[in-house]
């Protein structure tokens, strides 16, 4: 059977095969360049060859932006298991890894229209991708700012633009680009390094913090641990830190500066794996 071919920016002629093997490739990995809508059908399924001419002009007439991709669940069963697969024909789309919406049986030629429609990428989402592929950073921060202009809630346009914004120093507007958007990993994790980012000190600043650290002074250990986080030295700033947490006048913002760098992190990181406990046992 062929398989999609996910490099592909010209228009899709028709539905193409894949295969169990093919799946992830074909589709999931696909879906983060181009949204694709999956046909899981079957040879004996008597809708599924109702469905099969609406869904080739449908996918025709959106194939600039939407890639469209069949699976027969005779030959990959596992993947219909994976997907939730109870009754066919049953039409997934996929954008960004995830399945985004779905239709079962045979829907009107309108409403296979409107699945459609709904994967077309947006004004903000074209000026979005555009701005990715950006030679520099006033052309990228262009872009964002005019996808902004289109669509002021545009998840990964505000993201984009907080990242551009706190490479070069400006926190207070990117924060403020930040509170518009639903708080995610990705998120946390930019809040985390922009917050983190006000804590850097100059050398002289932190030999002192340094020497008064070692003297035992919470306050020194706070504000140096999170000079050393800002600086990107995790290891040594969670030392510092959670020295900091065992003092009752330092203990929530030292607590607090703990978990901005777990963010920035990232649950699954080893460092935030072994010092979560610890951080437990300073606390409780």
């Known amino acids: ?20 093997e093919r799946f992830d490739t074909d589709v999931v990995e696909a879906s983060h360049t181009r949204p694709v809508v999956v046909d899981f059908w079957a040879p004996w399924c008597g809708p599924c060859h109702q469905l099969a001419p609406l869904l080739e002009r449908v996918a025709a007439r959106y194939g600039d932006h939407v890639d469209t ?28 890894g995830q399945v985004v919406d779905e239709r079962t049986g045979v829907p009107s030629e309108q ?19 555009q701005a990715q ?15 902004l202009a289109s669509e002021p809630g545009h998840r990964d346009a505000i993201v984009a633009l907080a990242r551009l914004l706190s490479q070069r120093g400006d926190a207070q507007e990117a924060l403020g680009l930040l509170d518009r958007v639903a708080p995610d990993e990705e998120v946390a994790r930019l809040r985390a390094e922009l917050d983190l980012a006000g804590a850097r000190r100059d050398a002289a600043t932190r030999e002192a913090l340094i020497d008064r650290a070692a003297r035992g002074e919470p306050e020194a250990a ?21 020295t900091a947490v065992a003092h009752p006048a330092t203990r929530e913002s030292a607590r607090q500066g703990v978990l901005e760098v777990f963010a920035v992190l990232g649950d699954d990181h080893e460092l935030t794996r072994q010092t979560r406990p ?6 409780f």
Do not use: Y
């Not at 706070?222 to 959670?242: I, K, P, S, T, W």
């Not at 610890?278 to 606390?283: M, S, V």
């Open 133 to 147: 592929q950006a030679g520099d950073d006033d052309e990228r921060e262009r872009l964002l700012r005019e996808a």
């Open 1 to 20: 059977m062929a398989s999609t071919d996910t490099s592909r920016s010209t228009a899709q002629a028709a539905p193409v095969e894949t295969t169990a």
């Open 69 to 96: 991709v069949k699976l027969n669940i005779d030959e990959a069963p596992r993947i219909a298991q994976r997907f939730g697969i109870q009754g066919i024909p049953a039409l997934k789309a996929f954008r960004g």
């Open 278 to 283: 610890r951080l437990a046992r300073a606390l």
């Open 222 to 242: 706070l504000e140096l641990g999170r000079a050393l986080a800002a600086d990107g030295d995790h290891a040594e700033a969670l030392e510092h830190l959670l």
């Open 111 to 129: 409403a296979l229209a409107d699945l459609f429609a709904g994967l077309v990428p947006s004004v903000a989402d074209q000026l979005t991708t």
